[in-house]
């Protein structure tokens, strides 16, 4: 992409009205725009993030065996009558009339509205288990929407919901996200530690919240420093190894780490002091195992192995997708900018030429753009006229892994500037060897 083409709104100054550096970070770089309180556009550079996101927790779903499709935002609030949630959910939910004088609402999560759907589809014990997932925007009318997207009114959520004959069955699902979940966040470049927790309105009584740390967190988080040891990949691991499951989940449960919410003092004390860690984080996910709660609630029954009728137990398992934006910065930037794991950034390389009035550099760069492009590394060309300290500040601003540069200078010698965006790094580097560098 050329930035003399794009529309990348990139600001000088810090917005005053931003607290958090991600934020801040957010709204300089050009990736949102507020367009009311707690709700915003997402800018092309956020929404290449954004997508990128989407796509890693989509392949992870994907692996684990969840199954996508596609679920309206708008909700009738019937389901919500069903379940006894209607009036329980309180002035969060946004509730809309239609023009019929029919009440409907922006839906906050859909456990009502998939236990529905399925209901009469699912008939026996053959037809479970089944994982369903949607990644669809959500409204909650936050008291206090701040921090940007982390707490925003309406936020991209990815929100699976799982059905099972038995618990034995829902445990060996929410242990299958609970393991998708430490490969995506992973994958992300980013460590979120998961964390007992309060099932709070989705209900249920084992819930683990995903904290990724950071000191402007809304959550303060106590844990054992044995969690920095354990290898959250767990690539031996397969989802249809039962036992392995099992041992993964006891695991995190023999290694202490909870929220404000659900800390406790007793366990916290046997602990050696030298283990253990306080601190703040961001909530990036949260699952949810809450049996028969919806589907006893709305009817959902399926005949059993036996001939009896069965009421399938559930789980709900959630992830912040647009939080993850401003999380992914809050822990990755530094005085310049954002500094944006490979994963997830919005492009892998930023080309910039020094002097734009230079006929051999502007040869070279675009020479350099084509061969970029036409193998496949995503590249933002600042290709405008403009001064090279100020594209090399919004380079670094944009934080995107890999920036090479282009000056008179180095030419002379046959050379361009490799720069490595979080290190720092710098090498010099023939132009016909970059494309090589950067592909290997
Ligand atoms: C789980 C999936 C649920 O809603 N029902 C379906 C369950 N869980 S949750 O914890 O309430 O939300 C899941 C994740 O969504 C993100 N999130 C938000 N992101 C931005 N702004 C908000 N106001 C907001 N509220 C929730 C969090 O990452 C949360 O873990």
Request: proline content about 4%; glycine content about 10%; some cysteine.
């Amino acid at each position: 992409m050329r930035v003399s083409r794009c529309f990348l709104p990139v600001l000088k100054e810090s917005p005053a009205d931003a607290q958090i550096v991600s934020h801040k970070l957010m709204l300089r770089a050009g990736l949102v725009r507020q367009t009311a309180a707690g709700i915003y556009a997402w800018l092309p550079i956020g929404f290449r993030v954004l997508k990128k996101i989407e796509q890693i927790v989509r392949e992870e779903q994907d692996r684990a065996g969840a199954q996508e499709m596609l679920m309206p935002t708008i909700q009738s609030a019937d389901l919500w009558k069903e379940s006894g949630r209607y009036d329980a959910y309180g002035p969060e939910m946004l509730r809309i009339k239609d023009r019929h004088d029919r009440e409907m609402l922006y839906g906050p999560t859909n456990e009502e509205m998939l236990t529905a759907i399925v209901r009469d589809d699912l008939k026996s014990y053959r037809d479970l288990p089944r994982n369903l997932y949607h990644i669809q925007w959500k409204f909650r009318d936050e008291v206090r929407p701040r921090f940007g997207v982390m707490r925003g009114r309406e936020f991209l959520m990815k929100d699976a919901y799982s059905f099972d004959l038995d618990e034995e069955g829902a445990r060996l699902s929410y242990y299958r996200q609970l393991l998708a979940y430490l490969r995506t966040f992973q994958r992300m470049g980013i460590q979120a530690v998961p964390m007992k927790a309060d099932s709070g309105p989705i209900g249920g009584d084992l819930s683990h919240e995903f904290i990724v740390l950071a000191p402007t967190g809304e959550s303060e988080v106590f844990y054992d420093a044995a969690f920095e040891a354990i290898d959250w990949n767990q690539k031996h691991l397969d989802y249809t190894d039962e036992a392995g499951l099992h041992g993964l989940f006891a695991q995190v449960s023999a290694t202490y780490a909870a929220t404000d919410e659900t800390h406790d003092e007793a366990r916290w004390a046997e602990l050696p002091e030298e283990r253990r860690r306080t601190g703040r984080g961001i909530e990036v996910g949260h699952i949810f195992y809450f049996g028969d709660k919806y589907s006893a609630a709305m009817g959902l029954k399926v005949s059993g192995q036996d001939g009896n009728m069965v009421t399938p137990m559930m789980g709900s398992y959630g992830i912040g997708v647009s939080r993850l934006v401003g999380a992914i910065i809050e822990a990755s930037h530094d005085d310049a900018g954002i500094v944006w794991p490979e994963e997830v950034a919005p492009w892998q390389v930023g080309l910039v030429t020094m002097r734009a009035d230079d006929a051999t550099s502007v040869d070279v760069a675009e020479d350099l753009y084509a061969r970029l492009t036409a193998a496949g590394v995503e590249t933002l060309y600042d290709d405008r006229d403009e001064r090279g300290g100020v594209k090399l500040g919004s380079m670094d601003l944009i934080g995107l892994p890999w920036q090479v540069i282009i000056g008179p200078r180095g030419l002379a010698h046959g050379v361009v500037e490799l720069k490595n965006r979080r290190t720092g790094e710098k090498i010099e580097i023939s132009p016909d060897a970059v494309v090589g560098r950067l592909t290997s």
